[in-house]
């Protein structure tokens, strides 16, 4: 990342493929679970099915990270939880800013998974003047004017943006000049940032709509599975027959009763 401070802890954190890092945030979760129940071991396979990856898919990220795990044992949870911790950055505390404390931007100030997950709303930031003050989630929303001294005051290198589309890049803008140069992006919008800005975008409509894809998609195979409906006019000679003309023995057909 950008800036003269450094975000990422002592690790192999740039060697490991972006494909992996997705999916460390999938095991943690399941992982925890497990250390939850006090298991003191899992195997791959187990593991893998928690997470819903494949086992050999598994294998090769924690490869990564330099852990094996035990042939016949299976991999240490405690010690797995530490060291996917570590190289996700969540053995430290992290400020994070909310700008935009509409529906969405309220819901997540009262989201509890940003504490235990290693996140801390250190700021509720909106424009509304009517909303400076007002207790969400137990924080005072901050009218907009005080986001640069509120990201420096509290060492801020992540934003959350909630605000309406057309106001995310100004917004987005300032976060970046302040200093924040990883950013989570909720507006129904694309942003544009300079290199060394990180940018992960959240658009429920079109995990929905990619849904809607593939439930479609269902719907057709179920349709090409049926036995399709001859019409009418594809019968033999039923043509023949509405229009008076004969048939092969030439005999106008016989139309049967209903």
Not at 46 to 55: D, M, P, T, Y
Not at 56 to 72: E, I, M, P, Q, V
Not at 120 to 128: M, Y
Not at 136 to 141: N, S, W, Y
């Given at each position: 990342?950008?800036t003269?401070?450094?975000?990422?802890?002592?690790?192999?954190?740039?060697?490991?493929?972006?494909?992996?890092?997705?999916?460390l945030?999938?095991?943690?979760?399941?992982?925890?679970?497990?250390?939850?129940?006090?298991?003191?071991t899992?195997?791959s396979?187990?593991?893998?099915?928690?997470?819903?990856?494949?086992?050999?898919?598994?294998?090769?990220?924690?490869?990564?990270?330099?852990?094996?795990?035990?042939?016949?044992?299976?991999?240490?949870?405690?010690?797995?939880?530490?060291?996917?911790?570590?190289?996700l950055?969540?053995?430290?505390?992290?400020?994070?800013?909310?700008?935009?404390i509409?529906?969405?931007g309220?819901?997540?100030?009262?989201?509890?998974?940003?504490?235990s997950?290693?996140?801390?709303?250190?700021?509720?930031?909106?424009?509304?003047?009517?909303?400076?003050?007002?207790p969400?989630?137990?924080?005072?929303?901050q009218?907009?004017d005080?986001?640069?001294?509120?990201?420096s005051?509290?060492?801020?290198?992540?934003?959350?943006?909630?605000?309406?589309?057309?106001?995310?890049?100004?917004?987005?803008?300032?976060?970046?000049?302040?200093?924040?140069?990883?950013?989570?992006?909720?507006?129904?919008?694309?942003?544009s940032?300079p290199?060394?800005?990180?940018?992960?975008k959240?658009?429920?409509?079109?995990?929905?709509?990619?849904?809607?894809?593939h439930?479609?998609?269902?719907?057709?195979?179920?349709?090409?599975?049926?036995?399709?409906?001859?019409?009418?006019?594809?019968?033999?000679?039923?043509?023949?027959?509405?229009?008076?003309?004969?048939?092969?023995?030439g005999?106008?057909?016989?139309?049967?009763?209903?």
């Open positions: 990342m950008a003269g401070r450094t975000h990422r802890p002592a690790t192999r954190s740039r060697g490991i493929p972006e494909a992996t890092v997705a999916r945030p999938l095991y943690l979760r399941a992982l925890t679970a497990l250390s939850e129940r006090s298991v003191p899992v195997s396979e187990e593991l893998a099915a928690a997470a819903g990856v494949n086992s050999a898919k598994l294998r090769k990220d924690f490869s990564y990270l330099g852990s094996y795990g035990t042939r016949g044992v299976g991999y240490d949870v405690e010690y797995l939880v530490y060291q996917i911790s570590r190289e950055g969540l053995t430290q505390d992290w400020p994070v800013v909310i700008v935009g509409g529906n969405l309220a819901a997540l100030a009262n989201y509890g998974g940003f504490a997950r290693g996140f801390r709303v250190a700021a509720l930031i909106d424009a509304d003047p009517s909303m400076a003050g007002k969400v989630a137990g924080i005072p929303v009218h907009t005080e986001l640069e001294k509120i990201i005051g509290n060492g801020v290198s992540i934003g959350v943006i909630a605000t309406p589309a057309g106001a995310a890049q100004q917004v987005c803008d300032r976060l970046v000049a302040a200093g924040v140069t990883s950013i989570l992006n909720f507006a129904p919008t694309v942003l940032v290199d060394g800005v990180d940018v992960r959240v658009d429920l409509s079109i995990e929905l709509q990619i849904l809607a894809f439930e479609q998609r269902k719907a057709g195979e179920e349709a090409e599975g049926e036995p399709a409906a001859v019409p009418p006019a594809a019968r033999p000679g039923a043509s023949a027959a509405a229009d008076g003309r004969k048939g092969p023995d005999d106008v057909p016989a139309v049967m009763p209903a």
